[in-house]
């Protein structure tokens, strides 16, 4: 059965989007963070600094979701949206 995305709701998206690279991004912030506060050779960067590239980033990704997800729209009104073809699957039998 084929399917059709016409309208991608943009704040919505951004917010997704921005949780989704949030979450990929907490390991290497985790440990570029553990980094600084037991001293390893680093970048002569503070805690603060880290922190301030995260919210940074993360705020970026949601403007360029945002911005991605209008921008679909836009050309989906012109030209019908994403074809995706999907499958009913049976629920097993409890």
Known sequence: MKKRVKHIAVAQFGKML?????????????????????GAEV????????????VVYIV?????GMLSAWIYNIVAARLGG?????NDIALPAK
Do not use: D, H, Q, R
Not at 82 to 86: A, D, H, L, N, S
């Open 18 to 38: 921005a949780a989704v690279y949030f979450v990929a991004m907490l390991p290497v912030l985790a440990i570029f963070l553990l980094a600084i506060l037991t």
């Open 82 to 86: 994403v074809e995706y073809t999907v």
């Open 43 to 54: 970048p002569p960067i503070g805690a603060g600094v880290v922190i301030l590239f995260a």
């Open 60 to 64: 970026s990704i949601y403007l360029a």
